[in-house]
């Protein structure tokens, strides 16, 4: 596996389900991103992790929680969502100190929520 | 505050012609740029980036940009579109220190054949 990759590409969850989503990256950075991405609105950053610490939590809802537990995977956690989070998720990871930042995406996941 | 934006939302050019997409940026220090391209369903992809020297800068699949601090641009160009260059593209700013960038809103891109 190359990059930042991405498990499940779709889920289908009821309001009551719990799941995760799972990213793994393989290029050895330190910092990993959830961002949220809905019809017609701009990119949302979620979670911010730095060398596993969280960074950054721009006013999430509980029902979404992350875990980082090393570098290289980031899960983000989902119970009692609603249909107003259907979206794509995606993963990003970066280095830090290094290219500005620059960040590699995964591919997403596209929930849906019923 | 560091703020991205593209003022077109949506631009459609036929399949050879030219292409510039723009964007706009605001901070007040040198910025580090970006493009990245999203086909529909899929992740960002880096098209290129600019963090100092020569301020045209080559990336992938033939685009282009051009870093100009005098008018806080750093617009995206192509010479000749393709059809597969139907994507939204999203430029992006981000600086020393920080653990993120700032996205604009994106641009959707429509190729006429």
């Known amino acids: 596996e190359t990059g930042v990759t991405q498990t499940p590409r779709h889920l289908v969850m009821g309001m009551t389900n719990k799941k995760s989503l799972k990213c793994e990256q393989h290029?050895?950075?330190?910092?990993m991103y959830w961002y949220k991405q809905s019809a017609k609105k701009p990119l949302e950053l979620m979670f911010v992790y730095n060398f596993k610490e969280q960074t950054e939590n721009n006013s999430v809802p509980s029902r979404f929680s992350p875990e980082c537990p090393n570098s290289s995977h980031l899960f983000l956690h989902l119970h009692t969502l609603q249909p107003e989070d259907s979206a794509l998720y995606l993963c990003?990871?970066?280095?830090?100190?290094?290219?500005?930042?620059?960040?590699?995406f995964g591919p997403g996941t596209r929930l849906l929520v019923l | 505050a560091q703020s991205v934006t593209q003022p077109d939302i949506h631009i459609t050019v036929s399949e050879g012609a030219s292409l510039e997409l723009r964007c706009n940026y605001s901070?007040?220090?040198?910025?580090?740029l970006f493009w990245y391209v999203q086909s529909p369903g899929q992740g960002l992809q880096l098209l290129l980036k600019y963090f100092s020297g020569d301020t045209l800068v080559q990336g992938i699949k033939g685009f282009e940009a051009e870093f100009k601090r005098s008018q806080s641009s750093f617009n995206l160009r192509k010479p000749s579109v393709h059809w597969s260059d139907a994507a939204e593209y999203f430029c992006a700013v981000g600086a020393t220190g920080d653990d993120k960038i700032i996205f604009g809103k994106g641009t959707r891109l429509h190729i006429l054949p």
């Open positions: 901070y007040g220090a040198t910025p580090y």
């Open positions: 290029l050895g950075h330190n910092a």
């Open positions: 990003a990871s970066s280095q830090e100190w290094v290219e500005g930042r620059t960040q590699y």
